[in-house]
């Protein structure tokens, strides 16, 4: 008999979810991780970048006082070093959670690199370099991304910076470039425009949030612009180059050059697929290099799953939680498939974007006559209230059914209000 019914490697929001799932369904299930539980999502992603958001709207909402009529007196400012100290406390609590979690849950936690070692095997490797080998009857690989680099833009952690450096920096940066604006690089532009950094984004498509509607980026732009965010679009680094007291140059592909003083590289994600015993056992992957698995995230290897980030779909933590418990399921005898009709995106720059189904321009790829319907913020009573008027609701519908089929969102709380669309 093996050691355990189900192991899991990467205890992330996929990996732990799906272990709870397990144990929950009857499995003896355990889960290895190498770093801190929560993954990315919880030490170096959504909880920590939303915290630090978070700060910055007090902060807003406070140097915006008087507008409602409330006099605040004195210097108002954000103190990095606290505003990080709170960052790192939430962040402790929920991986402490987390751990907790598992443990009421029976799942076994070995810290260390966990490894396929074969048909039913698996290995863990701890920090001392001490490896044991485990049997296992199947096991779910969720061990997510990594920030992708650009042989144009070597990462150093001092003055090129990945996500993960500009969530621990002890200084606001006076000026900042960032490469790439997509979802991480428009909050981070946000997130450090109001700290008090002076911010030019370089994009190498032709819009800002790519993935939205073409009409929520154009909003989005302008939002930026009314920030004094500058937002270059179809263009691209082509090198960096280190100058006298720290600064640093990059030189823009159509030409000329900026010189700051931190440049954030945000242009996507790398799967984490190198060192797991993918090749050995012939484990799919595909042209990006992510696990090619089915809708019962199943990978060509029978007893071999994977989910989250390193299968590369929507890079989501709620979409790596739910392809965890689909996952846990099928490996529980239980038959289920993943549904991605409705998966709601989340974009917490200010103001918010949320998002889920078509955009306009993909129902009408799609062959949908399409019907539209747009709201603006600004006439809506609660914005006038809150003052947030900067926004509009769109929704995509099937005009021969009426059914929708994406509602699109900018503006204040959107991220909380996106829920409705979903069901
Ligand atoms: P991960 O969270 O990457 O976890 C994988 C885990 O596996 C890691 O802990 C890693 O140490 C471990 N691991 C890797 N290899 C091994 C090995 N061989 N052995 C043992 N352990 C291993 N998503 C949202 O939904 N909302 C947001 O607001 C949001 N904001 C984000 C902001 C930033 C700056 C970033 C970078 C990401 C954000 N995301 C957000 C994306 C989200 O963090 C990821 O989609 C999610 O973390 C993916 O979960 P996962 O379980 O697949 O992998």
């Not at 539980?37 to 910055?56: A, D, E, F, Q, Y």
């Not at 989250?308 to 005898?333: C, K, P, Q, R």
Request: charged share 25%.
């Amino acid at each position: 008999m093996s050691d355990y019914q189900l192991a899991i490697i990467g205890g992330g929001p996929g990996g732990y979810v799906a272990a709870i799932r397990a144990s929950q369904r009857g499995l003896k299930t355990c889960l290895v991780e190498k770093e801190k539980l929560g993954g990315v999502c919880l030490n170096r992603g959504c909880i920590p970048t939303k915290t630090l958001i978070h700060s910055v709207y007090v902060l807003e909402l406070i140097r915006r006082a008087e507008e409602f009529g409330v006099t605040v007196e004195g210097e108002v400012r954000a103190e990095m070093e606290k505003l990080m100290a709170r960052k790192q406390k939430v962040v402790e609590g929920l991986v402490k959670g987390v751990g907790a979690l598992l443990k009421s849950n029976k799942v076994d936690v070995y810290e260390g690199q966990g490894k396929l070692a074969g048909s039913g095997l698996l290995s863990v490797k701890d920090s001392s370099g001490a490896e044991q080998t485990i049997e296992v009857e199947k096991v779910i690989i969720a061990t997510g991304s990594r920030p992708a680099q650009l042989p144009s833009l070597p990462l150093d952690g001092s003055s090129v910076l990945s996500s993960d450096d500009a969530l621990e920096l002890k200084e606001v940066p006076g000026e900042m470039l960032i490469v790439g604006a997509g979802v991480i690089g428009c909050e981070m532009a946000c997130l450090y425009k109001s700290l008090g950094s002076a911010i030019t984004m370089v994009e190498l498509l032709p819009r800002c949030v790519p993935l939205e509607d073409e009409e929520i980026s154009a909003l989005m732009a302008r939002e930026l612009k009314k920030k004094k965010i500058k937002l270059i679009v179809e263009d691209s680094v082509t090198s960096v180059r280190q100058e006298q007291g720290g600064r640093v140059t990059a030189v823009l592909d159509k030409g000329g050059d900026i010189t700051v003083d931190k440049i954030l590289v945000s242009v996507g994600r790398a799967f984490n697929v190198e060192d797991l015993g993918l090749e050995e056992l012939g484990v799919e992957q595909g042209p990006r290099g992510h696990i090619v698995v089915n809708e019962k995230m199943q990978t060509n290897v029978p007893g071999i799953y994977a989910i989250g980030d390193v299968i590369g779909g929507y890079m989501l933590a709620h979409a790596a939680s739910t392809e965890g418990i689909v996952a846990a399921d099928n490996a529980a005898g239980i038959d289920r498939m993943m549904d991605y009709n409705a998966v709601p995106g989340a974009v917490f720059t200010d103001p918010e974007i949320a998002s889920v189904g078509l955009s306009e321009q993909e129902a009408v790829e799609r062959d949908y006559k399409v019907r539209l319907g747009r709201f603006p913020y600004r006439a809506l009573g609660k914005a006038q209230v809150l003052g947030e008027i900067a926004g509009m609701v769109k929704l995509v519908a099937d005009e021969e059914t009426d059914r929708l089929l994406g509602a699109h969102i900018i503006g204040a709380h959107a991220t909380d209000i996106i829920h409705e669309m979903v069901i």
